[in-house]
């Protein structure tokens, strides 16, 4: 029965990396201007659970994939990850950075995955990438942030978790700033 199903999601996996070899991915949208308003609705709430609600409105637009292919490529990586599926989950997320190297989230989901498996030097470069191509991405900034305090370099790991909590003061990460700012200083 396991090797059914890894049969099985090999063969869907397949599927969503053949696609048709014609296709070229377009744009991501652009929700420059609907992000700069959440960021200020975030920033001005009165509350944790106000700003919940506001960071999964900015979640919903980083996850707003260039079309239908790249949207079925991130949902098949997520729904993999979420099961505990790794290396599934990265099969999927690479067929869509190889489909749209310039959609952030793409990367930004295949560092979490690595970050998962502790994997930290394999998820840094693609958050990096993710902050290039979307410098305003809060959460790629926060797993930077945790990536690097998990890599050891604390005083990397504050300064990026500060310019997060500059857009999103009411990250969850945001205990974790005075650790970091501790050993910030004993460097």
Same mark, same amino acid.
Request: glycine share 6%; charged share 25%.
């Given at each position: 029965?396991?090797?059914?199903? !890894?049969? #099985? ?6 599927? +969503? &990396?053949?696609?048709?070899? $014609?296709?070229?991915?377009?744009? @991501? /949208? ?12 975030? !920033?001005? #709430? ?6 919940? +609600? &506001?960071?999964?409105?900015? $979640?919903?637009?980083?996850?707003? @994939? /260039? ?121």
């Amino acid at each position: 029965m396991k090797v059914m199903k !890894q049969l #099985a999601a090999a063969a869907v996996t397949g599927l +969503l &990396i053949a696609g048709p070899g $014609w296709a070229e991915c377009p744009p @991501a /949208p652009d929700h420059a201007d609907a992000l700069t308003g959440l960021i200020e609705r975030v !920033q001005a #709430a009165p509350d944790e659970r106000s700003a919940k +609600l &506001i960071s999964n409105q900015m $979640w919903e637009l980083w996850a707003d @994939a /260039p079309d239908a292919r790249a949207q079925e490529l991130l949902d098949e990586g997520m729904s993999r990850r979420e099961a505990y599926d790794f290396k599934g989950a990265v099969v999927a997320f690479d067929a869509l950075i190889a489909y749209c190297p310039d959609y952030a989230e793409g990367y930004n989901q295949r560092a979490f995955v690595n970050f998962i498996r502790q994997d930290y030097e394999g998820a840094l470069p693609d958050l990096e990438r993710a902050l290039a191509l979307s410098p305003r991405h809060i959460a790629a900034m926060t797993g930077q942030a945790l990536t690097l305090a998990a890599l050891d370099r604390k005083a990397e790991a504050a300064l990026v978790l500060r310019e997060a909590l500059e857009m999103n003061p009411w990250l969850g990460e945001r205990s974790l700033l005075p650790v970091l700012e501790a050993d910030e200083q004993e460097l």
